[in-house]
């Protein structure tokens, strides 16, 4: 008799989703679901409100990416107000967004995932965290912990605030960095560096460990995309979107955000408030693609800083070309905090980070405006139209979460189907499930437009809709 196994909630993502698998009357998977059960409609209630207050009331979808909507609600602002912000201004939106990268990423590494590379797929539960991971390994715990709070600190000399910080508005930011928080920059970037590299070479010792994952957690063919600059470089602020397959060929470049809906729709599914982009050329679910770390250093031709671009030689070397597995986010994390490391040093003796003048004034001269800009988990895009007023008359927000959607449903199936096999399920082969979603690092928050965590819940239901077993995880 067919059975469905019931995991809800996945722990250790930002926010509420559950995870359905289907298995057929041999006990063998049969599909997977991954269910965001949450709803929060930033999209509507955002309408009415001034065009100017925009990014601060975004940036409030989410405590973990808060910069990502205040940098593309800003530079959507920009194109509603047809104004070039100062050289200033845009360096000082990239540091944010790199101090972001970090932040985040390094929250995604050391926090959320590495308890499961280092404590074991199946150690016990209730110590398989970042308090178990204090308690194994307390100098590698202390590093990532303080890796994250050189992020976040960044961000909190530059907006005041660690989070939700109102600080870039249309046309540029609020105020430069001064000089002794660029003293203070430069004093930590040695100890952020090490910790990044011992990071990656850790990581990469691991990975011979992890061949099965590799194979099995979300391996298959797909488009990438994500923003690149000039000649194809990595790219996290501005630039133009790129589409390449798992080959390495490109499919689409130099597209302008401008342009999307020509090149993404957005399907809808009755079991999940999370929306399904697709490439619309291949249409759906055909037009599969992934965004984020994984994608951005597929689709580059170069990371842009001297040991980011050793990594990246050695990324592609180990994966035999284009990464096509999920589980290659978490080596994409690594690399791009290093890139963003490297990048934050060269910023942070530019001279225009503490020139005066960081932002240009218009009022409103276009009544539509799309802004794009690299969020850690991937490309995230605002879309306004405004009245003469700058009053909200319309939004759409397209999440990095959101894109991702077909590959981690794709993810979550594939994973089910190889560790699953008849009724008695361990708990270890269910993390593995989990740790499938982890990998892209999903915020629940941003992509259905509510945090926190609760015990897991696991249901068994048959074919009549009868649960015959159920297993709370405390």
Not at 419 to 438: C, K, P
Not at 456 to 468: P, S
Request: one cysteine or more; glycine letters at 8%; aromatic letters at 8%.
């Amino acid at each position: 008799m067919p059975k469905t196994i019931v995991i809800d909630p996945v722990t250790r993502i930002e926010g509420h989703a559950k995870i359905s698998v289907y298995l057929d009357d041999a006990g063998e998977v049969e599909d997977a679901r991954f269910h965001v059960v949450e709803f929060r409609g930033f999209e509507k209630f955002c309408e009415g409100r001034p065009m100017w207050e925009m990014a601060g009331i975004t940036a409030r979808i989410c405590g973990i990416c808060p910069v990502s909507h205040l940098l593309a609600s800003a530079k959507t602002g920009d194109k509603i107000q047809a104004v070039k912000i100062p050289p200033a201004g845009e360096k000082l939106r990239r540091m944010m967004n790199l101090a972001q990268i970090t932040q985040s990423h390094a929250l995604s590494f050391f926090h959320l995932s590495s308890p499961d590379f280092l404590l074991g797929w199946d150690s016990d539960p209730a110590k398989r965290n970042v308090f178990g991971l204090i308690a194994a390994d307390p100098e590698l715990a202390r590093s990532g912990i303080r890796l994250r709070q050189f992020g976040q600190k960044i961000i909190e000399l530059l907006g005041a605030k660690k989070i939700h910080p109102s600080w870039a508005v249309p046309g540029g930011v609020r105020s430069p960095l001064s000089e002794e928080s660029c003293t203070w920059i430069r004093d930590r970037l040695p100890e952020s560096r090490q910790t990044i590299e011992t990071a990656l070479g850790l990581f990469k010792t691991l990975l011979d460990r992890f061949s099965t994952e590799v194979e099995t957690f979300g391996k298959f063919p797909s488009l990438f995309m994500g923003l690149v600059g000039k000649d194809g470089l990595w790219e996290h602020y501005d630039g133009k979107i790129r589409f390449t397959d798992s080959e390495g060929n490109i499919v689409a470049d130099n597209l302008s955000e401008d342009d999307y809906e020509s090149y993404l729709g957005e399907a809808v599914e009755a079991w999940s408030y999370l929306k399904f982009p697709y490439y619309k050329p291949l249409g759906y679910p055909n037009g599969i693609y992934r965004v984020g770390p994984l994608a951005r250093v597929n689709i580059c031709s170069r990371m842009g800083t001297e040991a980011a671009d050793r990594e990246l030689l050695e990324f592609r070397d180990r994966a035999g070309g284009v990464a096509t597995s999920s589980f290659y986010y978490h080596y994409a994390r690594l690399i791009e905090i290093l890139c963003a490391i490297e990048h934050i040093e060269q910023l942070v003796n530019d001279p225009d980070i503490v020139s005066p003048r960081t932002r240009a004034t218009a009022g409103i001269n276009n009544l539509e405006g799309i802004g794009v800009s690299e969020a850690p988990r991937g490309t995230l895009f605002h879309h306004y139209k405004v009245d003469e007023n700058g009053l909200i008359k319309k939004v759409n927000l397209i999440i990095a979460t959101g894109q991702n959607n077909l590959a981690m449903n794709k993810t979550v199936t594939q994973i089910a189907q190889h560790f699953i096999h008849g009724n008695e399920i361990q708990e270890g082969l269910l993390n593995r499930v989990e740790a499938g979603i982890r990998a892209f690092d999903p915020c629940l928050s941003c992509s259905t437009h509510a945090a926190g965590q609760m015990p897991l819940h696991i249901e068994l239901i048959n074919a009549k809709g009868t649960v015959v077993n159920e297993i709370y995880r405390h």
